[in-house]
T-cell receptor, first 113, second 113 residues
Framework: DQQVKQNSPSLSVQEGRISILNCDYTNSMFDYFLWYKKYPAEGPTFLISISSIKDKNEDGRFTVFLNKSAKHLSLHIVPSQPGDSAVYFCAASSVQGAQKLVFGQGTRLTINP | EAGVAQSPRYKIIEKRQSVAFWCNPISGHATLYWYQQILGQGPKLLIQFQNNGVVDDSQLPKDRFSAERLKGVDSTLKIQPAKLEDSAVYLC???????????FGQGTRLTVV
C-alpha cells in the first residue's frame, strides 16, 4: 500500500524556468510533509517542509504548496538551476505514526542549460 | 556539527552470507532510523529506535534482519543470511526526540550476488 505517491519518475526543465514536482498521499492522518533532495552516492538531504495547518511555505527559490482536500502537495523551484538536478523525494509523517517518514518513489529532475 | 556516519560505504557479498552495517548518529539525537532503499524506489523504514528502545520494527524481516542500539548511541543492522533481493542502499538517519524530519547518512550500498 503506497501511502505517498510521486507519479512522475522524471522531469526535464530548462534552466531559468519553473520546476514543479508533485506528490499525492492517501493517509489523512499525515500532518507534516517534507521534501528531500538526493544526489548520487549521497544520502537524502532535507529541503523544505510544511505543516498540515498551512497551505504554503516558502524558502528562497523553493515553495511547497499543500492542498489537504485533494491530498496533494507540490514543490515549486524558480528559477531552476543546473545544481537542482537531483532526485526529489516527498515524505510524510504523523504524530500517530511516531513521526516516522513515509517516502514516495522519487522524481528525477534534470535541469537543461 | 558532524553528520550521521555510516560504514562501510559499499559491500559485496554472496547470497547466504551475513553482513553488518554500522551507524553513528548526530550527537544528542535520541531517535535513530534504518531505511532500505531499493533502486528506483523511495526509502522504506526498517526500524526506528528511541534511545535504545524499539519504536517501530513492523517492516523489518525479522527472520533474517536484526538491529540493535546499545547505550542509545551507535547502532548496527545485520542481515543473516542475505538474499539477492536484499541488494539495496541501507540508510541510517537520526533526529531529536519528537522532531519531525531526520538527517541522513551517506548510506551503505549492498550488492548480493
Amino acid at each position: 500500500d503506497q501511502q505517498v505517491k510521486q507519479n512522475s519518475p522524471s522531469l526535464s526543465v530548462q534552466e531559468g524556468r519553473i520546476s514543479i514536482l508533485n506528490c499525492d498521499y492517501t493517509n489523512s492522518m499525515f500532518d507534516y510533509f517534507l521534501w528531500y533532495k538526493k544526489y548520487p552516492a549521497e544520502g537524502p538531504t532535507f529541503l523544505i517542509s510544511i505543516s498540515s495547518i498551512k497551505d504554503k511555505n516558502e524558502d528562497g527559490r523553493f515553495t511547497v504548496f499543500l492542498n489537504k482536500s485533494a491530498k496533494h502537495l507540490s514543490l515549486h523551484i524558480v528559477p531552476s538551476q543546473p545544481g537542482d538536478s537531483a532526485v526529489y523525494f516527498c515524505a510524510a509523517s504523523s504524530v500517530q505514526g511516531a513521526q516516522k517518514l513515509v517516502f514516495g518513489q522519487g522524481t528525477r529532475l534534470t535541469i537543461n542549460p | 556539527e558532524a553528520g550521521v556516519a555510516q560504514s562501510p560505504r559499499y559491500k559485496i557479498i554472496e547470497k547466504r552470507q551475513s553482513v553488518a552495517f554500522w551507524c553513528n548518529p548526530i550527537s544528542g539525537h535520541a531517535t535513530l532510523y534504518w531505511y532500505q532503499q531499493i533502486l528506483g524506489q523511495g526509502p522504506k523504514l526498517l526500524i526506528q529506535f528511541q534511545n535504545n528502545g524499539v519504536v517501530d520494527d513492523s517492516q523489518l524481516p525479522k527472520d533474517r534482519f536484526s538491529a540493535e542500539r546499545l547505550k542509545g548511541v551507535d547502532s548496527t543492522l545485520k542481515i543473516q543470511p542475505a538474499k539477492l533481493e536484499d541488494s539495496a542502499v541501507y540508510l541510517c538517519a537520526s533526529s531529536l526526540a519528537g522532531s519531525v524530519g531526520a538527517f541522513f547518512g551517506q548510506g551503505t550500498r549492498l550488492t548480493v550476488v
